[in-house]
Nanobody, 122 residues
C-alpha cells in the first residue's frame, strides 16, 4: 500500500492550496480517508476525514469553513482544499487510510502517506 501526498508549498496568509493524496495497493473505495497535520514541536493532530462514499465529512473546529475534503474513487485520490490559510496552519500534512467507521484518532489508521509541507507566511 502506498499513499503519496503532494501539493504543499509556501503561501501567504489568506492564500489557498490544494493537497492531493494518491493511493495504490488497496481497494480505495472501501477505505475511510483522513488528513492529519504536525507542526514543528507539536503532536500530530486530526484535520479532516471523509467516508468511503464521500458523502460524509468531518473537520476539526479550527479549519471548519476554510478547508474542504473530497475524494475521487475513480482516481484513487483524496483532496484537501485549503482556503484562507493562516500562519497557524503551517505543518506537515499527512493523509491516512483505514477501514470501518471514520475516526479522528491517528492510531486507528493503518496506512500513512509521507507528508507534504505547508508553510503559511504572515
Amino acid at each position: 500500500v502506498q499513499l503519496q501526498a503532494s501539493g504543499g508549498g509556501l503561501v501567504q496568509a489568506g492564500g489557498s492550496l490544494r493537497l492531493s493524496c494518491a493511493a495504490s495497493g488497496l481497494s480505495f473505495s472501501r477505505y475511510v480517508m483522513a488528513w492529519f497535520r504536525q507542526a514543528p514541536g507539536k503532536e500530530r493532530e486530526f484535520v479532516s476525514v471523509i467516508n468511503w462514499s464521500g458523502f460524509s465529512t468531518y473537520y476539526t473546529d479550527s479549519v471548519k469553513g476554510r478547508f474542504t475534503i473530497s475524494r475521487d474513487n475513480a482516481k484513487n485520490t483524496v483532496y484537501l482544499q485549503m482556503n484562507s490559510l493562516k500562519p497557524e496552519d503551517t505543518a506537515a500534512y499527512y493523509c491516512a487510510a483505514r477501514q470501518g467507521d471514520y475516526s479522528t484518532e491517528a492510531q486507528s489508521y493503518n496506512y500513512w502517506g509521507q507528508g507534504t509541507l505547508v508553510t503559511v507566511s504572515s
